[in-house]
């Protein structure tokens, strides 16, 4: 009797043990389900997974791998999207990035163009790899490492693949005018001083000239220091150079330039979020040109940060813009990243110039508009300053 008694006693246990550990779960899932973030999938979503099945039961030639297949995927998500700066990093890439951003990424330091099809070297950038290893302008860049280099590549294709990881090595092939044996040349990547700001007092002027070449943590002092330098030889007036600079970091060095022509405190943009609320970015507190008469030069690669410093410069009538339309990059991203080590790059606000001019997919129109034509570039003049040289002097 005893044996059955305990026979029962336990299995009374083992079945109260099962219903608290039921009851643990559901009471965990029940509060899991409450707090979860709400997401909203369509139930048409279920069309993707049809997709999927038909693609492997049914294509015809290899279907790739699934992360592939996932991928194309997203791609076609963000495309409907009609942003053309939310955007899948695929993982190796998306590493490189963040490399970048962690200060780990080195260069070769060459400023490059694509002309008629073939990557062309513009410049080496002094005191770069490619500057110590003799390469030169006008050099023509056949093959990196063993691929060759396709007729479709763009200048900032080939800037991303001769980026890497510091003390990592690329090999370029290279056609010299005039020289009939191509040129094998192994480069290190190297994290070097970029000087972003380029300064002068203009020829048979009165006149100083600032080139701003793109927006880095050091521009701001760079630029303080060029001001400086021409204020000390009595400069007249400014030439702003912000053409084909692509923006760069923000907001620190934009603030603080633009400090140095504005007043204390005045907006200098306004960054508009999906919800309608905003937030206005002031001026910083440097003063050294606000009596300086300055005009501005801008073009089709003038974008991003560099855009609001012209945005900012034309709403105060600080400066007239000199030159052509701007790029029309006026909107923020964040990167999030993906369990796989891809990444997405999605817009998540737009900017607008003091009098809330929208810069996003429009850019800015110059004041006077000065078209900077081939035949120029050929003859060695450029229009654009030369008007602006006109401006200061004439003040119209």
């Known amino acids: 009797m005893r044996t059955v008694l305990k026979l029962l006693a336990m299995t009374l246990l083992v079945l109260l043990v099962m219903f608290l550990a039921f009851a643990v779960g559901f009471g965990v899932n029940v509060y899991l389900v409450q707090t979860a973030p709400k997401t909203d999938i369509p139930r048409s979503f279920n069309i993707y997974w049809e997709a999927w099945r038909v693609i492997q039961n049914e294509f015809y030639g290899d279907v790739p791998n699934r992360q592939t297949l996932a991928h194309g995927a997203i791609r076609g998500m963000l495309q409907s999207l009609g942003d053309p700066h939310t955007v899948l990093v695929e993982p190796a890439p998306a590493k490189a990035e963040q490399a970048t951003l962690k200060g780990e990424t080195g260069d070769v330091g060459l400023n490059l163009d694509v002309r008629n099809h073939v990557l062309t070297i513009v410049s080496p950038i002094p005191g770069s790899p490619a500057d110590k290893a003799g390469l030169r302008a006008g050099d023509l860049i056949l093959k990196i490492d063993d691929k060759e280099v396709p007729f479709t590549i763009t200048a900032q294709d080939a800037q991303t693949q001769l980026r890497g990881l510091i003390g990592t090595k690329i090999m370029l092939t290279v056609r010299r005018i005039g020289e009939a044996k191509l040129l094998e040349i192994e480069l290190t990547r190297e994290k070097y001083p970029l000087p972003t700001v380029e300064s002068k007092l203009l020829p048979g002027t009165t006149l100083g000239y600032i080139k701003i070449t793109l927006e880095s943590a050091e521009t701001a002092n760079e630029f303080a220091k060029a001001l400086d330098a021409l204020k000390a030889q009595k400069v007249t007036g400014l030439v702003l150079d912000l053409r084909n600079n692509p923006g760069g970091l923000f907001p620190d060095p934009v603030l603080d330039i633009a400090g140095q022509f504005l007043k204390n405190n005045d907006v200098v943009l306004y960054e508009k979020y999906r919800d309608g609320t905003e937030k206005d970015y002031r001026a910083g507190s440097r003063r050294g040109a606000v009596d ?41 991203q964040v990167i999030r990243n993906l369990s796989d080590g891809a990444a997405l790059h999605i817009t998540y606000a737009t900017w607008f110039t003091p009098k809330r001019t929208p810069l996003d997919g429009k850019g800015l129109e110059p004041d006077i508009a000065i078209p900077l034509t081939d035949e120029s570039i050929k003859k060695g003049v450029d229009p654009q300053l030369d008007r602006a040289i006109e401006y200061l002097k004439k003040g119209a």
């Open 292 to 332: 300086l008469p300055t005009a501005v030069l801008v073009n089709g690669g003038t974008a991003s940060a560099a855009e609001i410093l012209a945005g900012a410069l034309k709403d105060y009538k600080r400066a007239p813009l000199i030159g052509e339309p701007t790029y029309g990059k006026g909107s923020v």
